[in-house]
Nanobody
Framework: QVQLVESGGGLVQAGGSLRLSCAAS??????LAWFRQPPGKERNFVAA????????RYTDSVKGRFTISRDNAKNTVYLQMNSLKPEDTAAYYC?????????????????WGQGTQVTVSS
């Protein structure tokens, strides 16, 4: 049974940092990604990383502040978030696929975690 379990969310002041983790079980995945969904808004791509080459891609608003990484031995993906802003407040979701290409469209990821809330206060 495939499971993605996120952890690491919480409440932080603007300028602070958080590290999200997503542990996958049941199989390995080629591409692991993070999406986020602010209250009342649609779910949007944040970052993704491929297995093997470790290629990464970020949405423009987080470049230079967020870093995605993965530990293939642990089948886990991380999202280090620095210099957090109130507009980063959202539920953050881990997603996985076996497409060896980074896509930013949520419908291309068949596996999802339950989400973890990140709240950044001003």
């Amino acid at each position: 049974q495939v499971q993605l379990v996120e952890s690491g969310g919480g409440l932080v002041q603007a300028g602070g940092s958080l590290r999200l983790s997503c542990a996958a079980s049941g199989r390995t995945f080629t591409t692991l990604a993070w999406f986020r969904q602010p209250p009342g808004k649609e779910r949007n791509f944040v970052a993704a990383i491929t297995r093997g080459s470790g290629s990464t891609r970020y949405t423009d608003s987080v470049k230079g502040r967020f870093t995605i990484s993965r530990d293939n031995a642990k089948n886990t993906v991380y999202l280090q978030m620095n210099s957090l802003k109130p507009e980063d407040t959202a539920a953050y979701y881990c997603a996985a696929s076996n497409i060896y290409a980074i896509t930013t469209t949520s419908t291309t990821y068949p596996y999802w975690g339950q989400g973890t809330q990140v709240t950044v206060s001003s």
